[in-house]
């Protein structure tokens, strides 16, 4: 039998690519949520064909992206998923010191688009597979790849529904965005959405026989910030979350053509952001209910053409965890941690729970705060840690 690997080592076997290497070839693909990732598909597909792994390939309707479903050990027994998206968010705009879809080292620090967010994790768990293949393995690892996860979370749903096809039914699932290797056990619940107010231009001079689209959508705006302005007074609170209660907001906000014409059209963004005791998608239906009860019928009374329409943006619900189920104990050991946590950031790990019925935990290298922006970067030391982790992990699993 193969002796087990030593956790404290983080050094790469002869012949086995490192967490950096397999970095730099991933951070290459340019996986923004508008292009195709089979690039990078095929990539890791044929990366963990040839050390062994089983490979499904999930792809979604258009046929031009695809998420990943890669199992080493035996299918047939529970184990645990490690889980990562390929998609990353753009660069148009941001004022790189390098080249964000190249791999730059300086001081111990690799820049480049998705090295937080949330390359850096897939790059450690490719780069361990030989290792998981050699193990030999009690207990399976299976390796989730998704897609879409940074323009709602779409492409891990198919993936859970290929999961229970197979009759999979994991352990638990570490899904590893960028939390510093703290151990995450709640996030936040979100449902956006996108409504179109329909008004009725004319010349400003006579504003009073038009529809002024910007100005009921401003009504509707400003029913969304005092209902978010309760929920911080008086709503429900959960002190794990830096902001401990939930939140909704406005973010973007479209319409008129010019100062003389009263506006026929304006679309408004918005969202909330839940904590367990809040339902996200009830709170945005309320406001929504205003917009559809109160607000269209007083603009078709004024005009017959005018009204409104609603667009589903995003919808995923949040994670909730005890700290002391057996998955957050194994957690906690493994990363040598204490402490847990809650964030506000949405992740896949929520949908792994409720569609999945498998319990979750956040964990992964890296640092939220660095994520969509110019010059994100990840720290050499902080994939060393998630080797490291990584490693405890394979070892839990490993026969005898």
Known sequence: MTAPADPRSDAPRPGQPSPRELLSALVGFETVSSASNLPLVDFVEDYARRHGAAVARVPDETGGKAALWITVGPADRPGYVLSGHSDVVPVEGQDWSHDPFRLTEVDGR??????????GFLAVCLALLPEMAAAPLARPLHLAVSYDEEVGCLGVRP???????????????FVGEPTGMAVVIGHKGKYAAQVTFRGKACHSALAPSGVNAVEYAARFIE?????????AREGARDGLYDVPHTTGLTALVQGGTAL??????????????????????????????????????EMRARDPACGLEVAPLIDYPGLEIAPDTPLVTLAKRLAGRNGHAKVSYGTEAGLFQALGNVPSVVIGPGDIARAHKADEYIEAAELDACAQFVRRLIAECREG
């Open 110 to 119: 690799l820049y480049g688009r998705g090295t937080s967010d949330m390359k």
């Open 159 to 173: 993936l859970i529904a290929h999961m229970r096809r197979a009759g999979v039914a994991p352990l638990g699932c």
């Open 223 to 231: 029913h969304v910030r005092v209902t978010a302005e309760g929920l």
């Open 260 to 297: 003389n014409i009263v506006p026929d059209r304006c679309t408004v963004g918005f969202e909330f952001r839940a904590v367990a005791a809040d339902d996200p998608r009830a709170l945005a239906e309320g406001a929504l209910a205003y917009a559809r009860d109160v607000l269209a019928p």
